[in-house]
Every structure is written in structure tokens, then in C-alpha cells.
């Protein structure tokens, strides 16, 4: 039996294996399909990208038809170089070098000759198609921008890189995918499915017939339609306040994290990157590395959140009880915490209240000291606090359904412990961090959803900006609410406060709206730019927070302007007319809006460029002194009281 046991064996696998040969080659044909079989010609359906919408359903960005010429170098034959050449405007030279690129990829697959020919272009190819043996022309569907704002949401779309085309079988050469914003974040929600279909060659090359009679053709199926959290005609409004400014705007609706704006200037139309010049345009926007239009400052841009950190100072004391709301600390045009603290206040015994709407740095520095020596280890109370503020979604990256953000920095005992090797940390060392510049950095949308979470008593939704995808859920992580770690309770005395900066007394009380009750602060952080071994002091930042109303709040929103002086100079401004604008319907201060709308920071930013390019020397050198960050929080406060 055993002396039959091998051979058997040996039979039964031959048996196998020619079966599984059999199968492949004669019943199976779809190995033929992935190969490069030149009786079989693959001709791909490029489906429409899904349609973006806004919250209310008007149509943001749509398709229209574009046409690529293909050519496929092994089928090339009696090429009239030039007459092809004439009839594409292009040169002898630019033909070589796409012909070579075409060879490289693949001599036998189809590549990009001429991409997205329009309608005029396309007939005239369409008409002598048949003298150039080896091209032929492929329609696919470009982005029609409906508006000319949201560049920074939207993102673009453009070819495929080899580098896409080796690891991802889905891509061949020529194919369009989403690179930044959406488009790149939901490609696969949005480009559908191509559609392929399988065609028979003669020894001519000429198609004579479907491949096993369409057995192994799909129909493409179109992307899918996204609906967004942005308000379009807020993200409008917002565009045009920001022009010849710099900065970001985010609005949320605090309910449920929905962005209702996000808009960073300066920015561009994104019908610029559609077309055959998409590639010149996308390049002058790349290296204009002063402005840089593609750079997403409200997503992106880190900076000191100067006095709205204030807020979180003032609830992290309340909650780990080293003050309460009647807590008084007195301010003598500041304070001394081993170096003194600057402040307006003057000469005034200060609370919870006004110490809010006043802005007072030495209400908050002593409110800070408290915090930190609270426990015996330094370490332990300077984590304590930093659990604390990390729980509002600073420091960290909040996880948007945008395929970019900044985690900011919030300094935790492990950074201190390296800059002070091990040594205990004195309050002294870090006041700065009590009213917002120190080590602290945030983006605008991390103060934006900061006071989401503050207009929310102590819960905030993680930003999110696509509402609804056609036929699908959104993530669940978008509905899952994260709680502070700050009690309910403590926040309806700093809410209050928040409300009277808006009230005679307040830093913003000139930004009044009536019949809207907003709750509001104001800021101011340091600008500094080093240039070789010079450091020069430009025109500090503006910013403001603020959600409306007080009660059943609808917008939460944190505006950051760069060079705009102090709080209530732009950003307050800007911050107030878009609550209004979203809140009442329309606007009533129209005052602050032919200011914004006509007023322009282009002169602060000719200075960065004049010495960025050495054209001179405006701003403070380096062995020069430079104002301390309390110092700017003094000087804001001032001014916005004369203003």
C-alpha cells in the first residue's frame, strides 16, 4: 500500500494543477483583463465627482466636461510631428519631452498628452483625431465652482503622481484625485467608481468588437454629494471682511460642533486651479511665501490666544477652589510676581466680574499663582492645570474631518522638568501662562471651540464640516460629546462676566449690538519675527472670542488678526458683525461694517516684507529691549478703553 502512497500522490497534484491551468486559461478569463494584452483595449468611464452643498442646500461646487488627449506610444504611427504640434500649440520640444514621460510610465498603457482641453479646444482635435494614430481623447469632469470663496475648504483636484499610480491599483496615469481640503479628506466618498469596458482589437489594432460581449464591463457610478455644516452666505460675509487682512475666522455652532465658517485670508478663487492653467496659477500661489494664500491659518496657524486664556484661568480656579467669584485681589497698575505684571486697572480691588470684563493681568496672574502652589509638588500642579486646559481641546489635535490641523501646546510638568533640569517650578517662572503668552499656542479653531465648549456649560462636539453624505452616516465621533473637566456650576459667573465686556466698563463695550446679548473677550498677542540674527517687534496680533446669545447660544466664534493691533481694533469688530450676521439676519452696526469692510493692514504687512527683503530696518532689533508679553496686555486693555 505505502509503494502506492507517493505516486498517487504525485498524480492527484498533477491532476490539480492542470485542472487550475485549464480554468485560468480557458473558462477564467479575467487574467487576461489585468494584463497588457494587445488584442484587448481597456477604455475607462470617468464618473462625476459628488456635488458640494451648504447647510441650506445651495449648490457650491459642480462638474463640468473636460477632455484629455491620450496617447499610447507603441500605437504610434506616421505621426505628423508637426501638423499635430500646430494643431495643439505646442512646440517640437514639449512633444519629445511628453512623448519620453508617455514611454517612461508605459509603452503599451495610455498616458496624459494634453490634460483638460475645453469644449472649442477638444472639436478641433476631434476633427483630424484620425491622422494621429496612437491618440485619442478621454472625457473626464472637472470642478465648476459655483462661488468664488471656500477655497480653503474645498481644496482641489489635479493628476495623479507616479507615486499614487505604484501603490494604489485603483490610479492609472492622467487620473484626477482630490489634494487638500475635502477633496482630498472624502476622495473616496466623492470620485465614485469608474466604469471599464473591454474591447476587442484585430492584428490592425482597429476595435472590431466588446470582449466576451460585455461580460466583464461595470458602469461607473458617480461620487457621492456631500451636504456641509458652513452657512454659505456667512463664509461670504466673513471673505469680504477679511480682505486686506490677515488671519483666520472659525464659527461653530456650539449644539452640535458644526463649523458655520472657516475662513483664512488671504485666500483665492478656487476656480484658479481648474483648467489648463491650473498648474501656473497653483504655482505663483505656492511661492508667494509672504502672503501664502494655500496656507489654512485658522486650521494651521499656532499663536499666544493672549487674554481670552483668561477665561480658562479664571474656571480652573473656581474648580480647584483657590478662588471663588467673590474672591479680591487688588490691582496696582499690575502686580508683583517676583517680576512685576503690568495692567491698566489702576488702583482697584478686583473680582471674578471685573476682573473679566476689565481684563485685569493681575487678577489672573494671582488667580495662576494660586493654582500653582496648590500642591506641594510643583509638578503635580502645573499637570493639575494642564489636564485641566487640555480638556477644553487645546494641545492637542481635535480631530476635524479636515485633512490638516495643529495640535498648539499646552506646557505640561515633561517640557518644564527640560527646561529647568528637574528643578522645581515656581509660579513665578510661568506666570505668563495666566493670561494667555508664555509656552501657550492655539489655532483659531481651538479657541473657537474652547468658547463652544464655555457657551455649552462644560461640553463641546469634536468641529466637524461635512453635515451629511449622500446614502451614508457621518462619523460617529462627531456625535460623541466630550465633557470638561470643569463642574457645570462654575461657568455661570464667567459667562457673566463674558457678557458685561460687552457693558459700559468692558474692553468691548464700543461694540455694543442692541438687542443681542454676546458674550465676548479681548486679546492681544505679541508679534516678533527673526530675520538672520535680528529680531524686530512688529504690530501685535488682534483677537477675539465671543458666542451669542448668553442663553441657547447659536455661534461660537474666535477671530485672529495678524498685525491688527489690540482685541477690540478688527478682530472684536469682524467677531461681532458675523454673530450678528448669523444670529439677526442682517446688521444694524453699520458703522463697524463699512469700517471692516473698507479698512486695510497693508501697510503693517509692507513692513514684514520690507524686512523679510531688507528694503529696511522698521521694528526693534535685537539688542534692543523688547516689550514683555504683559506689557502688550496692559497696552491692549488701554486702548480699548479710548476706543
Not at 65 to 89: A, G, W
Amino acid at each position: 500500500m505505502r509503494k502506492f502512497l507517493l505516486p498517487g500522490l504525485i498524480v492527484a497534484a498533477t491532476i490539480l494543477l492542470l485542472a487550475k491551468i485549464f480554468y485560468l486559461q480557458v473558462i477564467d478569463d479575467s487574467f487576461k483583463l489585468q494584463s497588457e494584452n494587445n488584442a484587448i483595449k481597456k477604455e475607462f468611464d470617468f464618473p462625476e465627482r459628488g456635488y458640494i452643498y451648504d447647510r441650506n442646500g445651495k449648490l457650491l461646487v459642480a462638474n463640468q466636461p473636460s477632455y484629455d488627449i491620450m496617447v499610447v506610444p507603441r500605437e504610434m504611427k506616421n505621426i505628423d510631428t508637426l501638423e499635430l504640434c500646430k494643431l495643439l500649440s505646442i512646440t517640437k520640444e514639449d512633444f519629445i519631452k511628453k512623448i519620453t514621460k508617455a514611454k517612461k510610465y508605459s509603452p503599451r498603457l495610455p498616458s496624459v498628452f494634453i490634460p483638460q482641453l475645453n469644449k472649442r479646444e477638444y472639436a478641433g482635435f476631434q476633427e483630424k483625431e484620425r491622422k494621429f494614430e496612437g491618440f485619442y481623447t478621454q472625457k473626464r469632469a472637472l470642478r465648476d465652482y459655483q462661488v468664488s470663496y471656500g477655497a480653503n475648504i474645498f481644496g482641489f483636484i489635479a493628476q495623479v503622481n507616479e507615486t499614487t499610480t505604484r501603490t494604489n491599483p485603483y490610479y492609472n496615469s492622467g487620473d484626477l484625485i482630490g489634494k487638500q481640503g475635502l477633496e482630498k479628506e472624502y476622495e473616496e466618498v466623492l470620485r465614485g467608481v469608474k466604469g471599464v469596458k473591454y474591447l476587442l482589437r484585430d492584428k490592425h489594432n482597429k476595435i472590431i468588437d466588446s470582449y466576451k460581449e460585455g461580460k466583464f464591463d461595470t458602469i461607473a457610478q458617480q461620487g457621492k454629494d456631500l451636504t456641509l455644516t458652513i452657512d454659505a452666505d456667512l463664509q461670504e460675509y466673513g471673505t469680504k471682511l477679511m480682505v486686506n487682512k490677515r488671519g483666520g475666522i472659525v464659527a461653530i455652532e456650539p449644539s452640535s460642533g458644526e463649523i458655520l465658517a472657516l475662513i483664512s485670508a488671504p485666500t483665492y478663487d478656487p476656480g484658479l486651479l481648474v483648467g489648463r492653467q491650473r498648474s501656473k496659477n497653483y504655482t505663483n500661489l505656492y511661492y508667494d511665501s509672504i502672503a501664502k494664500p494655500l496656507y489654512d491659518r485658522a486650521l494651521l496657524a499656532s499663536y499666544p490666544p493672549g487674554s481670552p486664556f483668561k477665561i480658562l484661568t479664571g474656571l480652573i480656579g473656581l474648580q480647584e477652589q483657590v478662588i471663588d467669584e467673590h474672591t479680591t485681589f487688588y490691582c496696582n497698575h499690575g502686580a508683583n510676581f517676583g517680576r512685576f505684571m503690568g495692567c491698566h486697572c489702576g488702583y482697584h480691588a478686583l473680582q471674578l466680574n471685573n476682573g473679566i470684563y476689565r481684563s485685569c493681568n493681575s487678577y489672573f496672574g494671582n488667580t495662576y499663582k494660586r493654582i500653582i502652589e496648590k500642591y506641594p509638588n510643583s509638578f503635580e500642579s502645573v499637570d493639575t492645570w494642564a489636564n485641566h486646559v487640555k480638556s477644553f481641546g487645546l494641545g492637542q489635535y481635535l480631530g476635524t474631518d479636515m485633512p490638516i490641523g495643529a495640535k498648539g501646546l499646552v506646557p505640561d510638568s515633561k517640557l518644564y522638568k527640560r527646561v529647568y533640569k528637574g528643578a522645581p517650578i515656581r509660579s513665578s517662572y510661568i506666570i505668563s501662562n495666566a493670561i494667555g503668552q508664555g509656552e501657550i499656542l492655539t489655532t483659531p479653531i481651538q479657541l473657537a471651540n474652547m468658547m463652544a465648549a464655555v457657551a455649552n456649560r462644560g461640553y463641546f462636539y469634536t468641529p466637524h464640516i461635512v453635515r451629511k453624505i449622500k446614502g451614508q452616516e457621518i462619523d460617529k465621533k462627531f456625535t460623541t460629546k466630550h465633557v470638561t473637566s470643569i463642574d457645570k456650576e462654575y461657568f455661570e459667573p464667567v459667562i457673566q462676566g463674558l457678557a458685561d465686556v460687552y457693558n459700559p466698563g468692558g474692553t468691548a463695550a464700543a461694540l455694543h449690538v442692541d438687542s443681542l446679548q454676546i458674550c465676548g473677550k479681548t486679546g492681544t498677542a505679541e508679534n516678533k519675527i527673526r530675520v538672520g540674527k535680528v529680531t524686530y517687534k512688529l504690530q501685535d496680533h488682534s483677537i477675539f472670542v465671543a458666542f451669542a446669545p448668553k442663553d441657547n447660544p447659536k455661534i461660537a466664534i474666535a477671530v485672529f488678526i495678524e498685525n491688527g493691533y489690540w482685541g477690540s481694533r478688527w478682530a472684536g469688530p469682524i467677531a461681532t458683525l458675523m454673530v450678528e450676521k448669523y444670529v439677526k439676519g442682517k446688521i444694524t452696526r453699520k458703522d463697524l461694517e463699512d469700517r471692516m469692510l473698507n479698512g486695510s493692514i497693508q501697510d503693517e504687512y509692507q513692513k514684514l516684507e520690507d524686512i523679510i527683503y531688507g528694503r529696511n530696518t522698521v521694528g526693534t532689533k535685537k539688542d534692543e529691549p523688547i516689550a514683555d508679553a504683559t506689557d502688550n496686555n496692559n497696552r491692549e486693555a488701554k486702548e480699548e478703553e479710548n476706543h
